[in-house]
């Protein structure tokens, strides 16, 4: 009886579960979209319930569909959206209040209130990130203070605090975790100590007790009930997105860098055993925690990367589905000036500017939605082509290639654009979804169905290289172009 490791890759706008097989290969995948929610300008919520409904419906598709006795899996990897934050009762196990996802900047606010006060320095000597609404710190201070009675529930031990990752796994098994890398993202975990920060639950006014226990990212921390499959499936894997991706690509080599264009677009560089302090505003992460030993990645994070293109074509209605956006915008041979700054939710790397909103310069008669998509996609390759920029100089090591993965990554107009303002090939696996790839890995080095990283790196196969053909100076143009649209974005809100 043929095994399998099921994936389960729980992401911002939809949740997924794809089957593996022993050779990485996808042997089957479900998906499903569920509702965002954008109560007042800034803010984006979920409803926990639609992300555990929907995530359990894939799983249990992905196995109907393709004839899987659950007895068949060997094990689950669960990867997901970071920093989201979730609340839950302890006895009911039922939510407090809707998720608070990473996207939200309501509490831009009190991160300047804490840099005014000198913490951002405290803050990110302890957790390698900036001081930002993005992570999970703030937005679970907000619900302590907003949800009426949450913060004595908490202190008397009656409520459970967990990213998407911990809400799942709960959910499957009962267990309260989180593994090393969540864990590295919600700004109050220690990232040199490997352990939740003390002074950093003080200043934000943490409970302890709502705490998941930290675990390993690859390891067995529970069994599934066995009413969800009809078999108590181990989960052994858990890592955020960027994280699993990361592992997924093979970069398990100091000086590696994958970048995902997903919602948002991520560039990771893997440091190795020891973490490097960024002086660029790049983030130093936990990657992952094998057989204890933990591996560092420096990354760079673009808040809006396919979202721009979502945007296309939900906000403006200049093209019915995202996959018609490459054929527009290939219909004209270049923007014909036209700069986009998808700050629709403030700047990520390197500017961190919460109060950027998003713009569109250069605008002539002669402009159209194809000149707009084209700078749509632009817009992505260049906030990327920032990263790189950051992640050069705090790393000091030289880029060799960039392998790229998620939806978006299967553009070839965009990645040929991003090979050309990198300057460096950008090479697309044959296995694009990366994300669930290394979620599955993880879990399968836990109970032995793989049995080592340079199995699983001998597995990463090319589908196709991109190589740069833009001349340096056309490069240094375009790039500084970009930047002056970049500052006149910044700081719009006050």
Same mark, same amino acid.
């Given at each position: 009886m043929k095994k399998f490791i099921l994936a389960l890759d729980q992401g911002t706008t939809s949740s997924r579960a794809i089957l593996f097989d022993h050779q990485g290969q996808i042997c089957g995948s479900a998906a499903q979209e569920f509702p965002q929610h954008f109560p007042h300008p800034g803010w984006v919520e979920h409803d926990p319930m639609d992300i555990w409904h929907s995530q359990l419906?894939?799983?249990?598709? @992905?196995?109907?569909?393709?004839?899987?006795?659950?007895?068949?899996?060997? &094990?689950?990897?669960? =990867?997901?959206?970071? %920093?989201? =934050?979730?609340?839950?009762? $302890?006895?009911?196990?039922?939510?407090?209040?809707?998720?608070?996802?990473?996207?939200?900047? $309501?509490?831009? %606010?009190l991160c300047d209130a804490l840099r005014a006060d000198g913490k951002a320095k405290k803050i990110t000597d302890a957790s390698g990130l900036e001081l930002d609404a993005?992570?999970?710190?703030?937005?679970?201070?907000?619900?302590?203070?907003?949800?009426?009675?949450?913060?004595? $529930?908490?202190?008397?031990?009656?409520?459970? !605090? #967990?990213?998407?990752?911990?809400?799942?796994?709960?959910?499957?098994? #009962?267990?309260?975790?989180?593994?090393?890398?969540?864990?590295?993202?919600?700004?109050? !975990?220690?990232?040199?100590?490997? $352990?939740?920060?003390?002074?950093?639950?003080?200043?934000?006014?943490?409970?302890?007790?709502?705490?998941?226990?930290? @675990?390993?990212?690859?390891?067995?921390?529970?069994?599934?009930?066995?009413?969800? !499959?009809?078999? &108590?499936?181990?989960?052994?894997?858990? &890592?955020g997105d960027q994280q699993a991706a990361t592992f997924g690509q093979a970069c398990h080599q100091p000086g590696m860098v994958?970048?995902?264009? #997903?919602? #948002?677009?991520?560039?990771?560089?893997?440091?190795?055993?020891?973490?490097?302090?960024?002086?660029?505003?790049?983030?130093? +992460?936990?990657?992952?925690?094998?057989?204890?030993?933990?591996?560092?990645?420096?990354?760079?994070?673009? !808040?809006?990367?396919? &979202? +721009?293109?979502q945007w296309l074509r939900d906000g403006l209605g200049i093209i019915k589905s995202s996959a018609e956006v490459e054929e527009l915008a290939a219909s004209v041979p270049d923007c014909d000036g036209v700069f986009m700054v998808p700050a629709f939710v403030g700047l990520g790397a390197p500017h961190w500017d919460s109060y950027a909103r998003g713009s569109l310069f250069g605008l002539s008669r002669g402009s159209t939605r194809a000149h707009i998509a084209r700078a749509a996609l632009e817009a992505i390759a260049y906030q990327s082509a920032e990263l790189m920029t950051a992640m050069q100089k705090d790393a000091s090591m030289p880029l060799v290639e960039v392998r790229a993965d998620g939806g978006a990554a299967r553009n070839d107009l965009l990645m040929q654009f991003q090979a050309d303002v990198l300057g460096v090939p950008v090479v697309r696996p044959k296995v694009t979804e990366t994300t669930a790839l290394g979620a599955a890995y993880l879990a399968g080095l836990a109970v032995g169905f793989w049995e080592s990283q340079e199995e699983i790196a001998a597995q990463w196969a090319c589908d196709r290289r991109f190589e740069p053909t833009m001349t340096a100076d056309r490069r240094a143009e375009l790039l500084a172009k970009w930047s002056r649209a970049v500052e006149r974005a910044k700081a719009w809100e006050t």
């Open positions: 419906n894939v799983a249990r598709k @992905v196995l109907a569909d393709n004839h899987i006795d659950p007895h068949q899996v060997l &094990a689950i990897g669960v =990867t997901n959206q970071r %920093e989201t =934050t979730v609340v839950w009762d $302890r006895k009911t196990g039922e939510p407090i209040a809707p998720a608070i996802v990473w996207q939200d900047r $309501r509490t831009a %606010e993005y992570f999970s710190a703030t937005k679970l201070k907000w619900l302590l203070d907003h949800v009426p009675g949450a913060r004595e $529930r908490a202190e008397q031990g009656g409520l459970a !605090f #967990g990213t998407v990752d911990s809400w799942l796994v709960y959910k499957l098994t #009962g267990k309260h975790v989180t593994d090393v890398s969540n864990a590295s993202r919600t700004m109050l !975990f220690n990232i040199h100590l490997m $352990r939740w920060d003390y002074d950093l639950l003080h200043l934000f006014g943490i409970p302890e007790a709502m705490l998941p226990q930290v @675990v390993s990212s690859s390891e067995e921390v529970g069994n599934t009930h066995h009413s969800l !499959f009809g078999a &108590a499936i181990p989960v052994a894997g858990i &890592a994958k970048n995902t264009y #997903g919602t #948002g677009c991520f560039m990771l560089m893997h440091l190795g055993r020891h973490p490097v302090a960024s002086h660029n505003r790049l983030l130093t +992460t936990v990657g992952w925690r094998v057989d204890g030993a933990t591996d560092y990645l420096l990354e760079g994070s673009v !808040f809006m990367g396919g &979202a +721009t293109v």
